[in-house]
């Protein structure tokens, strides 16, 4: 970031000759007119233009707070923000949205501020804008990666095309507790896993050129340990070591920087005693000194000045002061900033260098995203009516929905059903529900607007499909915003739905969670069929065993009884606008389900959390006396564990082969497979590759994936799937953080799950 003495005198006194009236387009022409095409030119030049109340003011983000388009707002915060608007002491707003809203709230900064700094416009696209895909864990169902950047693709699209250019999204937080509500918003349990789908949304969203007017500037959340909430708590504490910070928490935080992603977002967690907000160690050490990251640092939503409801600090003033220092380079509607830096800058409590480094990094970005070339370049009415909603969107979140569908159990091919002839009986809460599938976290989505699984249902017209609801999910209104109030009492539909089932060849249930229940704020002490929904299957059993049961939910839910009784489970989750066509056709086999579960399922919430790539015990195996490591009341297995999913088809697998059974430490180790469809459909199997360290300095999970591939093979055909290891694969990090490989006896297991499939072993010598 250094220029020459004579550069700087140049630029600065043609930039003193403005008339500074906010003319953003007057400030880009004389850069143009000096032919500077450096960025980090560009940035410093307007940073030496800059007052420190104009540098804190990049640093201040403010959440959407009138309408813009109508009268100025008088009184209160709203006031004091829009007058901040005007004064250049906003860097950036949030939840604005339209064409027609941001073009308003953009003129302000660009025509009435000092400098007229374009705003960066923030927006919560998790899995969709208007059109919505499936949640985020839903799609890592699909092990699928073209997918999953096909739809972080789509959902930058619409929000671009509304005049939004950065999303706080993706969520890579891993986490191995389905009490936490917001595992339906990252990518499961697994980091190697997890890191490849952070690449893939961050690639969706930012595109090959960020400043393309229908690219997003992507947010890797929430930096770090968030997703090891104590307990499965929203908010609460993490307390993890410093092996699973650096070996399962940071590598897909790592990834999505390796990838180019140019925010970071912490968390509302302490990590270690220390509010990662205000976690220098995090946020300097690791982040941007270790990793070299270019782009800048926002806090979570008021999260700095929680810092002294947490204890950390005494006051807001405070709590500004350590935020900045540890590194975040935006405030999020918390205030601290814009309230306190330049006391504290004037008072020699923060050194200026530290305000410096922020604005250079917000400003960089917002020349990325080609905002200063022309800050109305995301706002166009034509392209935000063509793009919203289009068929073509609607046609690539439904490929994506049936991708994220896992068959869990299908006994006697109950499944897929006949598409004539059959009398089907259609029971449940969320089998007309047009709401609920939608799922949380989609806040720009109109109500209502999803296919319910009836309506997709009734598109099959060769039954005689008959629908009864049997009772309601839940009482009253629902909102994104309020806790939700479970039917428990009203069973007045019960007899309806049984006197539909007696008469039925076969049942589909649908149940599950409601959309609003899993997300931010939404933990849970159990992980059943909430309300009245698990004594209705079961009274539905008593009169008809013949049952498909239907999942919609946003966690691993903990269904010992239907996994004994009920003979086909399809895990649906909430899958977006197209919930019920990419449900109809996987029930009745126009799609093959080839996802895999991305987070083990739990027999009971006493087993959370559970994960299958934990460290062995000194004590594992079962003996004839108690002290060995188990529960008395349920066997330590989950209920499905990591990287299971059926088909209508099988796999078979054989002839694994290694090409050496030693490797150097810094070598490369070939592996190859045959899987071989035998069953009587087309279908998609995930091959996965899982390695076991048997021995080394730290304690190492009994298995690890460190390959998967997606394949389609045809009934009757073989396909030979091969995999490459080296040092990125074996090795690990130390509990200071280093990247080591040792040598030392390693076994491999390839299959269709984290449980099944054909072993070897190798030896990695010095």
């Known amino acids: 970031m250094k220029k020459t003495a004579c550069f700087s005198l140049i630029i600065v006194t043609a930039m003193a000759m403005l008339s500074f009236s906010g003319n953003n387009r007057r400030l880009n022409r004389s850069m143009e007119t000096l032919e500077i095409d450096s960025i980090t030119q560009k940035v410093d030049s307007l940073l030496n233009l800059m007052t420190l109340e104009e540098k804190v003011g990049q640093m201040n983000q403010y959440n959407g707070f009138w309408e813009v388009t109508g009268p100025a707002p008088e009184g209160g915060s709203a006031e004091l923000k829009y007058e901040h608007l005007r004064s250049g002491l906003v860097g950036s707003m949030l939840t604005v949205r339209g064409v027609e809203q941001v073009r308003a709230v953009q003129k302000i900064v660009v025509e009435e501020t000092r400098l007229g700094i374009p705003l960066i416009i923030g927006f919560d696209v998790i899995h969709g804008y208007k059109t919505l895909s499936p949640i985020p864990l839903a799609e890592s169902a699909s092990w699928d990666l073209e997918a999953i950047r096909k739809s972080a693709e789509v959902a930058a699209s619409e929000a671009a095309a509304s005049g939004i250019n950065w999303t706080f999204a993706p969520m890579v937080d891993i986490s191995r507790d389905a009490r936490w509500g917001r595992v339906m918003e990252g990518g499961g349990e697994d980091p190697y896993l997890g890191s490849k789908i952070a690449v893939a949304r961050v690639k969706g969203f930012q595109g090959e050129d960020l400043s393309h007017p229908l690219t997003i500037a992507a947010t890797a959340k929430h930096f770090a340990g968030y997703g090891f909430a104590e307990a499965g708590r929203e908010y609460n504490k993490a307390d993890i070591g410093t092996l699973t910070l650096h070996n399962i928490v940071l590598p897909p935080f790592k990834a999505a920087e390796e990838a180019g992603v140019k925010t970071f977002m912490n968390g509302f967690n302490e990590l270690n005693g220390v509010p990662v907000t205000g976690n220098e160690y995090l946020l300097r050490d690791i982040l941007k000194q270790k990793w070299d990251f270019e782009g800048f640092v926002i806090s979570d939503y008021a999260s700095i000045e929680e810092m002294a409801t947490h204890g950390f600090v005494k006051n807001e003033k405070m709590a500004a002061k350590k935020a900045v220092q540890a590194g975040v380079d935006m405030d999020m509607e918390s205030y601290s900033y814009v309230n306190e830096l330049v006391a504290l800058v004037n008072e020699g409590q923060v050194d200026e260098a530290l305000i410096d480094d922020a604005v250079r990094r917000i400003l960089r970005v917002k020349f990325e995203l080609g905002l200063f070339e022309d800050p109305y370049r995301y706002l166009d009415e034509e392209r935000e009516q063509n793009i919203i909603g289009s068929k073509e969107n609607h046609e690539a979140v439904l490929d994506m929905a049936k991708k994220s569908i896992v068959l869990l159990k299908n006994e006697n091919n109950i499944l897929p059903l006949k598409k004539k002839g059959q009398n089907i009986a259609l029971i449940g809460p969320l089998a007309d529900d047009k709401n609920s599938p939608l799922g949380s976290w989609r806040i720009a989505s109109d109500d209502n607007t999803a296919v319910s699984v009836l309506e997709g249902m009734q598109k099959y017209e060769g039954n005689n499909l008959v629908f009864e609801k049997g009772a309601e999910l839940v009482k ?27 008469d039925a060849d076969v049942v589909v249930m649908v149940l599950g969670e409601h959309g609003f229940q899993s997300g931010e704020g939404r933990s849970r002490t159990n992980l059943d069929l909430p309300g009245v929904q698990q004594e209705l299957m079961e009274k539905v059993y008593e009169v008809n065993q013949n049952i498909v049961l239907v999942l919609n939910n946003g966690r691993p839910l903990a269904i010992e009884w239907a996994e004994e009784n009920i003979p086909a489970i399809v895990e649906a989750w909430h899958l977006g606008t197209e919930t019920g066509n990419a449900v109809a056709q996987v029930l009745y086999g126009d799609y093959n389900p080839s996802g895999k579960l991305p987070m083990t399922f739990p027999r009971n919430v006493g087993q959370t959390p559970i994960y299958y790539n934990h460290g062995n015990t000194g004590r594992p195996e079962a003996t004839e006396m108690v002290f060995w490591s188990h529960y008395m009341d349920v066997e330590n297995t989950p209920l499905y564990p990591f990287g299971y999913g059926l088909s209508y088809t099988d796999f078979s697998y054989d002839n694994l082969k290694l090409d050496k059974q030693e490797v150097p430490t810094s070598g490369e180790l070939n592996i190859s497979v045959e899987v071989t469809n035998t069953g009587d459909y087309d279908g998609k199997e995930v091959v996965q590759l899982y390695i076991r360290d048997m021995y080394a300095s730290v ?23 091969n995999f490459t290891l080296t040092e990125k694969e074996w090795g690990f990090y130390n509990a200071q953080g280093e990247y080591v490989v040792e040598p030392g006896e390693f076994q491999i297991l390839v299959g269709g799950s984290s449980v099944e499939g054909l072993q070897a072993s190798f030896n990695l010598v010095e």
């Open 476 to 502: 009253g209104t629902v909102t994104f915003i309020n806790e939700l109030e479970f039917n428990t009492t009203d069973k007045s539909g019960f007899d309806a739905a049984l006197e539909a089932a007696k």
């Open 699 to 721: 304690i190492r999970p009994v298995k690890e994936l460190k390959g998967f591939e997606l394949v389609q093979i045809a009934k009757g055909e073989t396909k030979t799937v």
